[in-house]
Structures are given as C-alpha cells and as structure tokens.
C-alpha cells in the first residue's frame, strides 16, 4: 500500500484576534471550547481557559488538560453552583471569585503570553449578576490584536453578542436529561 500523504497545509497569514461567542440552551458549548484549544495546541499555540462558577466538582477535562500542558492551561475559578442545589455560600463569596477569575484572565490575556484565552461560563456569571457586563465588555477592548478570546455560556448578554465577531447559539433539540438519564461520564463531565 502506498504510504498516505501528509495532509495539505493551508499558507500561513497574519492571525486575526477574533471574539467568540458560545450560547444557547444546548449541550455542547463548553466541549466547543475544548475543541478549538486542542486544535490550537496542535499549532503550539498556548491557550487558557478560566472556568466561572465551575470549581467544586470534578470534570474531565481537569485531566484531560493536564495531557496537553504546558500549552493549555486549565483554571476552574468558581465555587459551584449559585443558589441552587444546596448552595450555601453568601453571594459575595460567589462574587468575589468571579471577579478574581475575571481579573486573572485580563492579566494573562494581556501578558502577551497566550494565543487563545478562554472564558468558560463567563456568560453565566454575567446573566446571575456575579459580574458587571461593562468589566467584561472592557476586557473585550483591551484585548491584544493577536489574541483570540472565547467567551461561552448559555444566555449571553446583548451588548457581548454585539461586540463579537462570532456568535453561536447551541439549540437544545434533544437532552437525555429530558429522558430521565442523568449525566454521563465523557460526554457531560
Ligand atoms: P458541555 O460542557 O457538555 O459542552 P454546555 O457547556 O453546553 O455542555 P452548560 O450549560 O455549561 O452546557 O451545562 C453543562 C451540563 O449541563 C452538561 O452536563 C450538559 O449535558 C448539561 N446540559 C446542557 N444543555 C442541557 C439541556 N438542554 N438539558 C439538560 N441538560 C443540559
Ligand atoms: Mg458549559
């Protein structure tokens, strides 16, 4: 058999920071962000991505992150669920660890050393009012030209839809939580 040629490569152009926009109400928008950071981390490109709210249990891709370090960098920032599911953390709690996720990201985005940071949930502690829409529209302007950001979860603020240059939104057709099954492990968490 013939050996398989390697695949074509497209010509190299000067990268386009862009801001991207992962909502909706179906599954699939953090797992978006996963893919797009492995196939950064196949160009080398260094890729962060800050978790909001997340913290408190554990996901796979906690290890699975490790598998790619030291180009991707996985940081779960929050502390659990917001008022539901037995949350008994004070509000201000939530609050300040959003605000601290948020203050990194901005810091790392702007230290020149990542190609793509990520905002996982972002969108969701904006919409449960753990974060001001203007701190994250003002780290949407600071970002450097060569820097793209990702901001995902469901329901996305109005004046972020506006200011990205993608903007997707996962439609909820089918859930097996709507069924009756619960999560399962390697493809919710
Ligand atoms: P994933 O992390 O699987 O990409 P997601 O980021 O799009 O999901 P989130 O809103 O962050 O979705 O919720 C994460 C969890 O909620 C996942 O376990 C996911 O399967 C589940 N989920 C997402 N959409 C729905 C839905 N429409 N009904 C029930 N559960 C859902
Ligand atoms: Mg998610």
Redesign the pocket.
């Known amino acids: 058999m013939e050996p398989r040629k390697a695949p074509e490569r497209l010509p190299e152009k000067p990268r386009r920071g862009l801001v991207l926009v992962i909502t909706g ?8 962000c996963l893919g797009m950071a492995v196939r950064a981390v196949g160009y080398g490109m260094k890729v962060l991505m800050v978790q909001f709210i997340k913290g408190s249990l554990h996901y796979g891709e906690l290890d699975g992150a490790k598998r790619l370090a030291p180009e991707f960098e996985l940081l779960p920032m929050g502390k659990g669920f917001v008022g539901i599911r037995g949350d008994s953390l004070p509000m201000e709690e939530h609050v300040a660890a959003a605000r601290e996720a948020l203050a990194l990201a901005r810091q790392r985005m702007l230290s020149g050393a990542y190609d793509v940071i990520i905002l996982d ?1 972002v969108n969701v502690a904006v919409r449960l009012g753990l974060l001001d829409v203007k701190d994250v529209l003002a780290l949407i302007g600071e970002k450097p030209a060569n820097v793209h950001l990702i901001l ?3 329901n996305a603020h109005e004046e972020v839809v506006r200011v990205a240059h993608l903007v997707s939104e ?1 439609r ?1 057709v089918k ?1 097996p ?2 069924q009756g099954i619960e ?1 399962e492990k390697g493809i ?2």
């Open positions: 109400d179906g599954k699939g928008k953090t797992t978006s949930e995902s979860g469901r996962v909820s859930h939580y709507d999560a919710d968490y």
